[in-house]
């Protein structure tokens, strides 16, 4: 059974007074039962936000099909089962004679069925729960309760009541682990209440009814309020069930997404004022719902049309769109429109759907029925360079636009002349309507709220609008989206941030943030394998792969390094068996090093993933599809398992393993190969990769985090591209790659998009010049503050950032932060305003940079993010070169535990002015050393607090107290 929250606790320990609504009288409501989260979900593919934001979660068995692990998730999966009606639908209901059936439910077209006849218990218990508790369902929720008091005559209700009685207690005997549910049931609630976990109630002060449609249309549905008199009738039951048996009630009140946030809270929080946990959704149960908390969906739907090429880390949607997105903290569901679109409403499960097809869909009929489903039901849209389909007049009328003139008179001029902040973020537009989308703001604009950003005029007045926004949505139309310019370089015009922000909507979230580690952006540095046996520009011109060793890996052991070989080019199944042992010497010199992580380049080091894993064998012009090693035919499993499991045995010291694979060649693999990673237990990592400098400093040529696959699996980007680009495929100038570094400034400023990522191969030791090259990337990185990390500890982070979840709490404001695991930093912006660390937990404390406010999170913390409008007193870390175990204030000070990879340096903030502070420290079974600080900066003069900088000479022992008289 779930354990109850200490808030949940408390609550259940006091009874409140409120002010029914609509009445004069006051009613003392106790809540003797504990309050547990109860969410409600009849679609496919359940939210994470649900899963890990309840206590449990109500699903729909037939789309449901895939239950999530027990562990992965804070809720307990409860399946819903109608013991009163059957839908044609359900796989049993052929099964049910006709004679069992006593009438029709006209709103859903179920069967109401005579539960009395003692066949019906048998059925139930057999053909519909026992099959639910096979397939793994430990919970469920018994609805359609009282439907037989619709045709059956009330002499005959005693007999019901005890048939659903029976079925009740007989399936809680046959499981004793099941946990019920009952909607309702108050008439034989006495003879169950032993065996069941709670109550549910619909409708308490709001419910729906249908409208019948136009001429044409079907029946509508909509949100009314429950009459006070049935109200007070329900709630004087409710009571009962929480005080006479001790049970926890949830009322699910109907108030759909498209009515606002605003009025679902409202509907939440008139449940909570009377002592019950809410529950407030749309009609059909189809949309993410909101409780004592609302749950702030981080994922995008990002439609996009894919090409021939099929990979889609090289398509615009994941260039352009992507890396924008997530800097503010989203995920993205990538959704190609030659592919069959939801057929349900997505409110709730999206923050938002971005439309980006340049080139149009395919099919346009079913997108625009789809989006404007979307649009009824409360999503907000993005169009980027276009609709995607051409809109008819009905469209346009629905977002407050209407068709403009495809005849143009010159001169066409801006009007107003000045330009809105939304375009000229990198290239600045010119005047004119070639290809322009032909649209204008309709005659309904200001009535809906639509509003233009960006508006073009003729000589006859006639006029063109080329970015809108209103309360829907908002577009940008192509050409003032992106400038293209020669040899394919492009520019932004829109500043994609800024339009996609307000587009959608976005509100202002704690950001997961992949790039900084206790207020500190990370570095890491991975070389992979390629030429490992080639010979050095060095005298006696060793091995690549020992100068790397020497004048890299031994020079700087206070960075981590991620190190790859290609089994192919060094094991003795490769394509130099004579050189092997030598080869092989060096690689177990390198992997003994204690500041290296061992990784794979795979086997045979294929340069073209989709014609390896399709077998083919023809080169590309001089490239091969794969090293030509004598005798091998490409095979997944020998090239990534098969290259783990050597390096493993043979290459590897004992108290290591391989823990990342690098992808090689053009790194599009398919997501079968990524799968295969995962499988195996390794992170892969390597694709993508900016590539920006001063001479080309366009967000165009950004990088994502990377492309989720089909089958769950998620290949992790290098967010900078390695030397091979900054030196024309290795053919000169050698020394390319210290251009990098213009890389790494560029995306640090203004915003920090990316950690410092050190990427080279080891052919880079064969030329000198490309050597200094990587050696003045390291003294730049050096001369930075940083928190080194192996690249697998990155890449855990990347696949953790797919996973958070955010719910904010009703009451009180506070955020939840759920499934972050090693992801432990999120950025706030100002408006958002500090975390209140006596209301929060799970979080050790902040630094601001230019970049924004980073907020420190503590690994394996349940992380609750309270915010305040000003600082908190007391002492919190401010920064510090190592990642965060353990954090709790204490009155004088702080109990902590930071480990790192280099000696420690930890910078305490919110020290009153003149403190003396002590930092106490040491591993486990090492003596207690103690570390005095220096003053390192004045935080705010107003407060009189400081900062206070410690540094230790030892690894991986920050581990102690601070102390501060």
Not at 45 to 71: F, K, M, Q, S
Not at 269 to 277: E, N, P, S, T
Not at 670 to 682: K, L
Request: charged letters at 20%.
């Amino acid at each position: 059974m779930s354990v109850p929250s200490l808030w949940t606790v408390l609550a259940s320990l006091v009874s409140v007074i409120v002010l029914l609504s609509g009445g004069d009288a006051r009613a003392e409501v106790a809540t003797s039962a504990p309050r547990l989260r109860t969410a409600f979900y009849y679609a496919a593919n359940v939210p994470p936000e649900l899963l890990n934001h309840y206590d449990r979660v109500v699903v729909e068995p037939e789309y449901a099909t895939a239950l999530p692990p027990r562990a992965a998730s804070r809720a307990e999966l409860f399946a819903y089962v109608s013991l009163g009606e059957v839908h044609p639908t359900r796989a049993y209901s052929k099964q049910v004679p006709t004679a069992w059936v006593l009438g029709k439910n006209g709103e859903y077209g179920a069967d109401i069925i005579d539960a009395a006849r003692p066949e019906w218990r048998p059925f139930v218990l057999d053909r519909i729960l026992e099959p639910l508790y096979q397939k793994g369902y430990r919970g469920f929720f018994f609805d359609t309760l009282e439907s037989y008091k619709r045709f059956a005559p009330p002499s005959t209700w005693p007999r019901h009541t005890a048939s659903l009685a029976a079925i009740v207690t007989g399936f809680a005997q046959r499981h004793p682990d099941a946990k019920i549910l009952l909607n309702r049931g108050f008439e034989f609630l006495p003879q169950v209440a032993t065996s069941v976990a709670g109550v549910v109630a619909e409708s308490l002060f709001n419910t729906w009814e249908l409208v019948p449609g136009r001429e044409g249309q079907a029946p509508a549905q909509r949100a009314v309020p429950v009459a006070k008199a049935q109200s007070d009738a329900l709630l004087a039951k409710l009571r009962e069930v929480t005080t006479r048996y001790r049970l926890p009630v949830t009322v699910i009140d109907y108030v759909p997404a498209s009515a606002g946030a605003d009025a679902r809270k409202a509907a939440a929080k008139k449940i909570l004022a009377v002592g019950f946990a809410p529950y407030i959704t749309g009609f059909n149960v189809d949309e993410v719902g909101l409780g004592e908390v609302e749950s702030i969906s981080r994922r995008i739907l990002l439609l996009h049309k894919g090409d021939d090429q099929g990979y889609l880390g090289v398509q615009d949607a994941n260039v352009l769109i992507a890396p924008v997105l997530e800097w503010m903290g989203y995920r993205i569901d990538y959704m190609d429109v030659r592919r069959a679109l939801p057929a349900n409403n997505l409110a709730g499960q999206y923050a938002g759907i971005v439309v980006f097809l340049p080139e149009g869909a395919p099919n346009e009929a079913p997108l625009e029925r789809f989006l404007i489903r979307q649009l009824d039901a409360g999503m907000k849209i993005a169009f980027m360079e276009g609709f995607g389909f051409s809109p008819n007049e009905r469209f346009l009328r629905r977002i407050g636009l209407a068709a403009a003139s495809v005849e143009v008179k010159a001169p066409m001029v801006f009007n107003p002349p000045a330009l809105s902040p939304y375009v000229g973020f990198e290239a600045k537009p010119r005047a004119h309507v070639r290809e322009l989308t032909p649209v204008t703001l309709g005659p309904n604009a200001e009535a809906l709220k639509t509003k233009s950003f960006l508006r073009l005029e003729d000589a006859t007045k006639r006029t063109w609008d080329g970015v809108v926004i209103g309360p829907w949505g908002g577009a940008a139309f192509f050409p003032y989206v992106l400038q293209e310019g020669l040899e394919g370089e492009r520019r932004w015009i829109l500043d994609p941030f800024r339009f996609l922000h307000d587009a959608l909507d976005l509100p202002s979230i704690p950001v997961p943030d992949v790039t900084t580690e206790s207020g500190r952006r990370e570095l890491t540095v991975h070389i992979d394998g390629d030429a490992f046996p080639s010979l050095a520009e060095r005298h006696g011109y060793p091995y690549a792969g020992q100068v790397v060793l020497d004048e890299i890996l031994r020079a700087y052991p206070q960075l981590p390094h991620t190190v790859s070989v290609v089994e192919g080019e060094v094991g003795p199944a490769g394509r130099y068996p004579e050189k092997s042992p030598a080869l092989e010497r060096i690689a177990r010199e390198i992997f003994r090093l204690p500041n290296v992580e061992l990784a794979s380049h795979t086997y045979s080091h294929p340069f073209f993933w989709a014609d390896a894993e399709a077998g083919k064998t023809e080169p590309h012009g001089l490239e091969p599809v794969h090293l030509p090693i004598p005798g091998y035919k490409f095979s997944l499993q020998r090239d990534i398992a098969g290259s783990v499991d050597y390096i493993n045995k043979r290459l590897a010291p004992p108290d290591k393993k391989v823990k990342v694979l690098l992808w090689p060649g053009d790194c599009s693999p398919s997501g079968r190969a990524v799968g295969m990673t995962q499988d195996i237990g390794v992170f892969n990592v390597n694709g993508g990769g900016a590539t920006r400098s001063r001479e080309t400093p366009s967000l165009t040529r950004g990088s994502a985090m990377g492309v989720p696959e089909d089958n769950g699996s998620f290949q992790v980007f290098a967010p900078v591209e390695n030397e091979n680009v900054y030196t024309n495929d290795f053919l000169g100038p050698y020394y390319g790659y210290r251009r990098a570094i213009e890389t790494f400034e560029l995306n640090e400023s203004p915003r920090r998009l990316s950690h410092i990522p050190i990427y080279f191969h080891f052919y880079s030791a064969t030329k000198t010049a490309a050597l200094s090259a990587v050696k003045e990337v390291y003294a730049w990185a050096l001369r930075q503050e940083t928190t080194p990390l192996y690249m697998s500890e990155y890449a855990a982070k990347v696949l953790a950032f797919q996973k958070v979840t955010l719910a904010r709490r009703i009451e009180d404001g506070a955020w939840e932060i759920g499934q972050n695991g090693p992801l432990r930093t999120v950025r706030v912006d100002e408006q958002w305003g500090f975390p209140d660390f006596e209301r929060s937990s799970g979080v050790a404390g902040l630094r601001d940079v230019p970049q924004g406010r980073y907020v420190h999170l503590v690994s394996g913390e349940k992380v609750v993010l309270a915010p305040s409008a000003t600082p908190s007193r007391g002492v919190f870390l401010e920064h510090a070169n190592g990642q965060i175990h353990y954090w709790a204030r204490e009155a004088k000070g702080a109990r902590l535990r930071i480990r790192g990879h280099v000696p420690l340096s930890i910078t305490v903030g919110g020290v009153q002015r003149g403190a003396n502070c002590v930092l106490r420290y040491g591993g486990a079974g090492s003596a207690s050393r103690v570390a005095k600080g220096v003053l390192a900066t004045v935080r705010s003069a107003s407060a009189q607090t400081v900062s206070i900088m410690f540094t230790l000479k030892e690894t991986d022992t920050g581990e102690g107290s601070l102390e501060c008289q």
